[in-house]
């Protein structure tokens, strides 16, 4: 059952704004144009070259991006989906990211003073010393914390009911359960189309640049990828296994260097493209969600993409 093999999660991050609603000038203002006060508001940037602020706002990007890449979409309220492979790695991940992000947090607090002093000539009229809230108030205004729930199913709705009222509405928990795992899925899928088709993009131009991250993200998701699917995907998996086998035996380097070697490779990506555009596009769509978008919908035809190699591999044959 998927609830023995997943768990619902979220990452609750809060983090100190530093922009305040400056009434009185938004009413000044709107009292000289002759204007009603709600058309407009002037926000005030309290602080000013906050380093250490700044530094805790890319702390908190850090901390969601990882969250993302192991967890899958479930809702709009915040929650995604975490396979049981990842909850002891990513609880003892998060205690790190809590304790780096506590001390992150009293190094600003230590120069929080200085950047009020370094911002008030800056504001001028506009500084007012209560737009700051206290170190004390500041402290509990950052903050991050890891939720994790189970995933709802049916079986576990208890309510005073009808017995078919019942199971009506253990129906629908049980299907839409069914379509946000489909859509995790989906996510998987997008995920290993972007990273090949990104690869016959680079590999497909002569001139192009790239870095050692063209092989290394393909690596990082086919070796991360059958752990996230929680659906349990055999062709997801298959896909992920060849991409594994013929795409990741060279490094960037490698390729640079030969030309024979990186057009060889450039085929084997668009060869296998060219197969999961044909199981996506075997697969029937979603009688739930009739109106769903297709996952390669930005993708270049197979036919375009080989087209376009054509050139560079005559090019490279010696």
């Keep these: 059952m998927i609830t023995e093999r997943a768990m619902l999660a979220a990452v ?18 709107a009292d000289q144009h ?3 006060e709600s058309v407009g508001r002037y926000n005030k940037q309290l602080l000013r070259g906050a380093e250490k602020l700044d530094a805790l706002r890319t702390f908190a990007g850090q901390i969601r991006q990882h969250f993302y890449k192991i967890t899958l979409p479930w809702s709009d309220e915040g929650y995604r989906l975490l396979p049981a492979h990842f909850y002891f790695e990513l609880t003892t991940q998060m205690r790190e990211f809590e304790r780096a992000f506590s001390q992150s947090v009293e190094e ?12 008030r000539p800056e504001l001028n009229g506009l ?3 209560e737009d700051y809230p206290s170190v004390e108030k500041l402290r509990a ?5 890891l939720e994790v729930l189970p995933i709802p199913s049916g079986d576990d709705f208890r309510v005073t009911l009808s017995e078919e009222e019942q199971a009506r509405v253990a129906r629908e928990i049980d299907e839409s359960v069914r379509q946000s795992l489909n859509r995790g899925t989906r996510d998987l899928w997008v995920r290993l189309t972007d990273v090949v088709t990104h690869m016959v993009d ?9 870095h050692a991250s063209l092989v290394t993200n393909v690596f990082d998701l086919v070796d991360l990828l059958p752990r996230l699917n929680v659906n349990q995907d055999e062709e997801l998996n298959r896909f992920a296994a060849e991409i594994k086998d013929r795409l990741c035996n060279f490094s960037a380097h490698d390729l640079k260097k030969n030309e024979i070697l990186r057009a060889a490779t450039a085929t084997d990506a668009a060869q296998i493209l060219s197969q999961m555009d044909a199981a996506l ?4 769509q979603d009688p739930a969600d009739p109106h769903e978008k297709p996952m390669l919908k930005n993708a270049p035809s197979v036919e375009d993409i080989f087209l376009h190699m054509s050139a560079y591999m005559e090019a490279a044959t010696p």
Excluded: C
């Design 12 to 29: 609750h991050i809060s983090i100190w704004t530093a922009v305040k609603h400056d009434r009185k000038v938004s009413r000044d203002v």
């Design 34 to 36: 002759g204007a009603q």
């Design 108 to 119: 600003f607090l230590e120069v929080y003073p200085s950047y009020i002093e370094q911002v």
């Design 127 to 129: 500084f007012r010393e």
């Design 141 to 145: 205004k950052f903050g991050v914390k």
């Design 202 to 210: 680079k590999l497909d131009e002569p001139e192009s640049r790239f």
């Design 281 to 284: 596009r075997g697969r029937e």
